[in-house]
């Protein structure tokens, strides 16, 4: 690595951090109810906003309310995206008059846009209409990251108070997600991609005649505004099939560094958001810790093994066999990694890079971060609930081997929790396995690939991996648009999805019942050095125990022929 | 029953904010501030679109640089973004590189075991990638001058011209941009005329 690859490695965690603090602080203002900066001008809007709604802003939910709320929006959600999808064909903003979707695709674009997945087995500049790209998915890249953010301060909620019945309103969440934070961060970060070239339009396609003689279609299109929020609010969903490998979606260095610190932004701040609002702030900062060790060590991990280039291109006379494959010329090789490592830690799926082309080793680091269930950082507010959920169980083994029982930020842990912290960490794994076997096991699932050999179990795994775990970046050489794929991947993140929003919530409502045990000198505890060690080592045994059977026989077999020059 | 009324309204007007207002204030916004990036970076000559400063463009003639190879088929299509998507051990993946390190050294007169840059033989994430790295462009540079009796010291400052630095020096490569550089060959073909 040369000396600016090392600066880029440690600008990108530290500036991403430095901005990530306040970022938390304010959130945790937000959700409080007490005034930000933001008020004077929002809270008269907001104020509007819940007459229309019929909402009353100081009512308080329980947790079945509160789920029961957050279910019935996400479902009206997706229902629309796929009715959109259909008779997009008669609608308005519509300039390349494509038809209706095909209703596996539609189905599995509702689900994955719905569920913060954003997998996409159709390809963006040929499928959708301005329309379904504007009112349909960008709508629900905000809808379902606010969902997410709603969710984990609920949580929060449930260890900050004490014997009581509610965990707040899910509308209020909900509108004050969008208006406070994810509306002001997008304005901002779309003017600035728009700045350096990404594009924003309503018209079609520019045709150009080219210097050789030959017609270039130029699509072009409303890029900007879902390219801002398809980094913030980590849904990834790209404009175009080359996401934001596409020029028009990432022209630049600069909005290359916009849009990985886009995409870490949130994630990073909400641990402090949770420090901040139990007013404990070395609680927030040591799971911090943990999400960012986790982060760093994969990203060496993968810088080492993408720098090391490919021998086999070496032997055919390219220069250090640079893996340059999938990669483009802008971001080299250390940005797309940087990209790649930030796009699978967090849940948000925007690639810059093909993965799929990547080195063996690299590709099992993107696996594991997405098969441990999106808890290095994460998804905007799943990957916090993730992470606490790591932290109960921590707390649990923590607990057996001193014989009391656990306890987490003041609350105690007893069955009802454990079940459903267990039900959120393993039920997306399970169901990663048991899908990848019946994919390997059919002819529908073997059809589609695209490369063979282990790197053909390898873009199975990462499918399921991504899928179920809300990622939505691709091994994309696997032909996902079929019926199979489609319909396997929707009910992943479905699974994926609400097996981790519907148990969070129900520890929220569970911990909000309890009282706060205060600290003692047997209390175990859970900001120092040793917690933080302990959880990561919890994370890396569950992940290990779980995967390193299938790991083995993709990438790491992929890994070892190639380096005795086997192809496939 | 009043939460389902609640979710219909909510969702009725949150939509508007987010999937109609907010676009459409970014459009606005960028129409008026930034116009020319708003709508591609086009690079016209009079009333004809000749390509965008942002995508490539496909160039197999002697006398251009030449850009780098593209998985979707026909190349540099800008209505089909893509990659090869080929796995490293991918046997495809090698043959293809074979073949086109070949065609590099016997399009530039190079020695037959020379090695290349690997972006000139190996395909982009889009497919649309405009850029090559310095080194990719200073390598067709002798071609050039022969084909277009310009001297390789000219050659080499324009494409010098033509590098771009990356973000503070650290963040992104050094690049060239293959059309931008093909259009200065043009343009000084059309001077000496």
Request: charged share 10%.
């Amino acid at each position: 690595m040369t000396s600016s690859d090392w600066l880029c490695v440690i600008l990108l965690p530290f500036t991403t951090t430095a901005l990530a603090f306040p970022l938390g602080e304010f959130m945790a203002k937000v959700f409080n109810g007490s005034k930000t900066f933001l008020s004077p001008v929002i809270a008269p809007l907001e104020r509007v906003l819940y007459r229309l709604f019929g909402v009353d802003e100081k009512e308080e939910m329980s947790w079945q309310t509160y789920a029961l709320c957050l279910i019935i929006f996400n479902i009206i959600g997706i229902i629309i995206v796929f009715i959109l999808q259909i008779i997009q064909g008669k609608l308005p903003l519509n300039p390349q008059k494509l038809g209706s979707v095909w209703w596996d695709t539609a189905l599995n674009t509702a689900v994955s846009f719905g569920t913060n997945t954003n997998w996409q087995s159709y390809s963006g500049e040929q499928t959708m209409s301005h329309l379904t790209q504007m009112l349909g998915l960008t709508v629900q890249n905000f809808f379902s990251a606010a969902i997410g953010i709603t969710v984990i301060i609920a949580l929060i909620r449930g260890f900050v108070r004490k014997s009581s019945g509610s965990i707040g309103n899910f509308w209020v969440d909900l509108t004050r997600s969008i208006l406070y934070v994810l509306i002001p961060l997008v304005m901002i970060w779309s003017l600035l991609l728009v700045s350096q070239g990404v594009v924003q339009t309503f018209s079609g396609s520019v045709t150009a005649q080219t210097l050789e003689g030959s017609r270039q279609t130029i699509a072009v299109g409303p890029v900007a505004s879902q390219e801002a929020i398809k980094e913030i609010g980590t849904n990834g969903g790209g404009f175009f099939n080359a996401n934001s490998a596409h020029p028009f979606e990432n022209p630049t260095p600069l909005t290359d560094f916009l849009e990985i610190l886009g995409l870490l932004l949130v994630p990073m701040a909400l641990p402090f958001t949770l420090g901040a609002m139990l007013k404990n702030r070395r609680q927030g900062a040591a799971i911090f810790a943990a999400m960012l060790i986790l982060y760093l060590a994969g990203l060496g991990v993968f810088a080492w093994s993408e720098m090391q280039g490919n021998p086999l291109l070496q032997k055919v006379g390219v220069i250090n066999g640079l893996n340059m494959e999938g990669k483009e010329v802008r971001s080299g090789i250390i940005n797309s990694v940087l990209f790649a490592q930030s796009t699978t830690a967090t849940s948000c799926g925007a690639v810059n890079s093909m993965h799929d082309s990547m080195m063996p080793l690299s590709g099992l680091v993107l696996m594991f971060n997405m098969a441990i269930g999106e808890v290095i950082f994460g998804g905007v507010g799943t990957g916090l609930i993730g992470m606490l959920s790591y932290a109960m169980l921590t707390m649990f083994l923590a607990g057996l081997m001193i014989g009391r029982t656990p306890e987490l930020m003041g609350k105690k842990l007893e069955l009802f929790e454990m079940v459903m912290s267990v039900i959120i960490i393993l039920s997306p794994a399970i169901l990663l396995l048991l899908l990848s076997g019946i994919a390997v096991t059919t002819r529908a699932g073997l059809a589609s690939l695209g490369n063979s050999g282990p790197h053909g179990l390898s873009e199975i795994i990462y499918a399921f991996a991504s899928t179920s775990g809300n990622n939505g970046s691709a091994f994309a050489g696997l032909n996902a648009n079929t019926v199979f794929y489609n319909l396997t991947t929707s009910g992943a993140m479905l699974v994926g999805r609400f097996s981790t929003i519907i148990p969070a919530l129900a520890i929220a409502g569970s911990l909000a019942n309890k009282k706060i045990v205060p600290a003692s000198i047997a209390t175990f505890p859970t900001t120092g050095l040793l917690f933080i060690l302990m959880l990561i080592g919890v994370i890396l045994v569950v992940g290990a125990l779980t995967f390193f059977p299938v790991f083995t026989l993709g990438p790491l077999l992929e890994h070892l022929l190639m380096m005795t020059g086997k192809m496939f | 029953m009043l939460q389902l009324k609640r979710s219909l309204l909510t969702f009725f007007w949150l939509s508007l904010i987010c999937g109609l207002i907010y676009p459409l204030a970014v459009t606005v916004t960028a129409q008026a501030v930034f116009p020319e990036k708003a709508n591609g970076s086009i690079i016209k000559k009079g009333d004809q679109i000749m390509g965008s400063h942002l995508i490539g463009q496909l160039f197999t003639r002697p006398e251009y640089f030449h850009g780098r190879p593209q998985a979707p088929s026909p190349q540099y299509d800008a209505a089909n973004s893509g990659g090869s998507n080929l796995g490293p051990s991918n046997a495809k993946l090698v043959a293809q590189a074979v073949a086109r390190v070949q065609q590099v050294r016997l399009e530039n007169g190079l020695p037959l075991n020379a090695s290349v840059p690997a972006d000139l033989v190996l395909t982009s994430a889009s497919g649309l990638d405009p850029h090559i790295s310095p080194m990719s462009a200073e390598l067709q540079v002798r071609r050039i001058a022969g084909e277009r009796n310009i001297s390789e010291n000219e050659l080499k400052k324009i494409i010098q011209q033509n590098t771009e630095q990356p973000l503070l020096g650290i963040w992104g490569k050094e690049r060239v941009n293959v059309l931008m550089l093909n259009l200065a060959l043009d343009s000084i073909a059309r001077n000496r005329r």
